[in-house]
T-cell receptor, first 114, second 111 residues
């Protein structure tokens, strides 16, 4: 079984550019989560979806960040414009049922904004 | 504000040692506590605990939850170099699916 798939695995961009991160959850999973991990703040939830509907976006840092889930098998996290402080590893995770158990993490996208 | 605090922040042991990692939490409407292992990549799930006093075990790893004192421990016996990782603790509330993570304990197992 394929796990959570994320692309790209690494992204280096310049300040001010738009960045789009992509995620394909595990087939059949109904919940999808976007996390950001930094040394200073650890692993933080940005937003999550249940059945393609955004449920909690209170972790999205500011208006420069947006996330969409147009269907059950695809989600994007967009940063526009990007800033150096956005440099982090961004993880996508999925879970089989809303309100259920463990989340399965993708390999992450390491973003560097110069 | 929900809090998850892990201790120690880091730990160095030798192969064969037994280690205990701690996780304490302050969360309203607690539902479950989860442990993850993170090597140089994505966190991988270890245990989910919802009831006090019931030990969960997987090989050399075990974990238990105390809902009265609001903490959990993760034990690793006969440590191996492959156990070297960051161990993350997270809590889930009874409403919603959000996980709040601690900052982790970095474990290094020396040969």
């Amino acid at each position: 079984d394929a796990g959570v798939i994320q692309s790209p695995r690494h992204e280096v961009t310049e300040m001010g550019q738009e960045v789009t991160l992509r995620c394909k959850p595990i087939s059949g999973h109904n919940s999808l989560f976007w996390y950001r991990q930094t040394m200073m703040r650890g692993l933080e939830l940005l937003i999550y979806f249940n059945n393609n509907v955004p449920i909690d976006d209170s972790g999205m840092p500011e208006d420069r960040f947006s996330a969409k889930m147009p269907n059950a098998s695809f989600s994007t996290l967009k940063i526009q414009p990007s800033e150096p402080r956005d440099s982090a590893v961004y993880f996508c995770a999925s879970s089989p049922i809303a309100g259920g158990g463990e989340q399965f993490f993708g390999p992450g996208t390491r973003l560097t904004v110069l | 504000e929900d809090k998850v605090v892990q201790s120690p922040l880091s730990l160095v042991v030798h192969e064969g040692d037994t280690v205990t990692l701690n996780c304490s939490y302050e969360v309203t409407n607690f539902r479950s506590l989860l442990w993850y292992k993170q090597e140089k990549k994505a966190p991988t799930f270890l245990f989910m605990l919802t009831s006090s006093g019931i030990e969960k075990k997987s090989g050399r790893l075990s974990s238990i939850l105390d809902k009265k004192e609001l903490f959990s421990i993760l034990n690793i016996t006969a440590t191996q170099t492959g156990d070297s990782a960051v161990y993350l603790c997270a809590v889930k509330k009874s409403s919603g699916d959000k996980l709040t993570f601690g900052t982790g304990t970095r474990l290094a197992v020396r040969p």
